[in-house]
C-alpha cells in the first residue's frame, strides 16, 4: 500500500480480556517499529523488527505484550490480561534499514486502545 | 541514556507570525534529530531530519531547523504560521539499534493558531 497502515483504529475492551493490534507495514521495508503514546509517558518505543526477528524487545512494558512479525511483512502486538494503564494510542512505523545513516520512519495513523 | 525536553508545552501564534519551537537534547555521540508533526487523529509525519553537514536543515511545509552543537538544541522554525500548521510537533533523537534506528521523543509541543 501507500503507507503503514494500522487496525482496527480503535478498540474497547474489559480489563483483562486479551488484544491483539495489526501493522501492515510499507512493501518493502524491512524495518518494523511499534510505539506507544499515552498521556502519561508520552511517546515511547516498545519493540524493532528487522525481518522476522526482533533484535530489541527492551522497550516492552511487561510480560503481557509480545509481537510477532511474519513474512517479513505483517506485525500483531499482543497485550494479554489488560490492565486499565494500558489504554494508549500504539503506533506502528516502518523503514528502511539502516544504511550509512538512519531511514526515515513512516508512520501508520495508530490504534486507540481503551481498557474499561 | 539519550534525552528530548521540549519546554514548551502549548505555544499560540497569530497566522502569518513567525515560529520557533524549541528543542533541547542529551545525547552522548553526534546525534540524529528529526522534528514529526503529528495532526488530530493522524500518525507522524516527518518535518525534517538533520544527521549532519550543513547545520540549517530545510524541511516540509516552509519548516526549517538549526542545529546548534554548543547548546544541544535543534530548533524548528517557520517564518510565515499558516492555519494548517496548528498541531502537535515532536522533537526526537534516533539512536542506532541493529541495522535500525529507535527514537526517543520529546514530549511535544502543541501549536495554537489564532486568526
Known sequence: GAGVSQSPSNKVTEKGKDVELRCDPISGHTALYWYRQSLGQGLEFLIYFQGNSAPDKSGLPSDRFSAERTGGSVSTLTIQRTQQEDSAVYLCASSLAWGTAPSTQYFGPGTRLLVL | ?115
Open chain 2, 1 to 115: 541514556a539519550q534525552s528530548v525536553t521540549q519546554p514548551d508545552i502549548h505555544i499560540t501564534v497569530s497566522e502569518g507570525a513567525s515560529l520557533e519551537l524549541r528543542c533541547n537534547y542529551s545525547y552522548g555521540a553526534t546525534p540524529y534529530l528529526f522534528w514529526y508533526v503529528q495532526s488530530p487523529g493522524q500518525g507522524l509525519q516527518l518535518l525534517l531530519k538533520y544527521f549532519s553537514g550543513d547545520t540549517l536543515v530545510q524541511g516540509i511545509k516552509g519548516f526549517e531547523a538549526e542545529f546548534k552543537r554548543s547548546q544541544s538544541s535543534f530548533n524548528l522554525r517557520k517564518p510565515s504560521v499558516h492555519w494548517s500548521d496548528a498541531a502537535e510537533y515532536f522533537c526526537a533523537v534516533g539512536l542506532r539499534t541493529g541495522t535500525a534506528s529507535k527514537l526517543t521523543f520529546g514530549t511535544g509541543t502543541r501549536l495554537q493558531v489564532t486568526l
